[in-house]
């Protein structure tokens, strides 16, 4: 399993991004998949996960931030709306997948004016 995050970058206060992520290989589906963001000096905290029928966020995100995937493929999706300074963080894309838990490389959201 091998999962490839993208869509981050430079945005303004009050601006949108969306990340994407792929889960590759053949054979399997990612039951679960989420994001995950990271700060330095800090663990990574959970920002959204999905199962494709249910939702999860962290308190800071909900009503900002929605997660998607598409149901038929190993895809996720984070659209992150009303970005804020403090969103600013490496965000990961991960999935559990029979017993072991995978991560994507990271993609940087910097969130400034």
């Known amino acids: 399993v091998q999962l490839q995050a993208s869509g981050g970058g430079l945005v303004q206060p009050g601006g949108s991004l969306r990340l994407s992520c792929t889960g590759s290989?053949?054979?399997?589906?990612?039951?679960?998949m989420g994001w995950y963001c990271q700060t330095p000096g800090n663990q990574r905290e959970l920002v959204a996960r999905t199962d494709g029928f249910s939702t999860n966020y962290t308190e800071s995100v909900r009503g900002r931030f929605t997660i998607s995937r598409d149901s038929a493929r190993n895809l996720v999706f984070l659209e992150m709306n009303s970005l804020k300074p403090e969103d600013t963080a490496i965000y990961y894309c991960?999935?559990?997948?029979?017993?072991?838990?995978?991560w994507g490389q990271g993609t940087l959201v910097t969130v400034s004016s």
């Open positions: 991960t999935a559990p997948f029979r017993g072991n838990t995978y």
């Open positions: 290989g053949s054979g399997f589906f990612l039951n679960v």
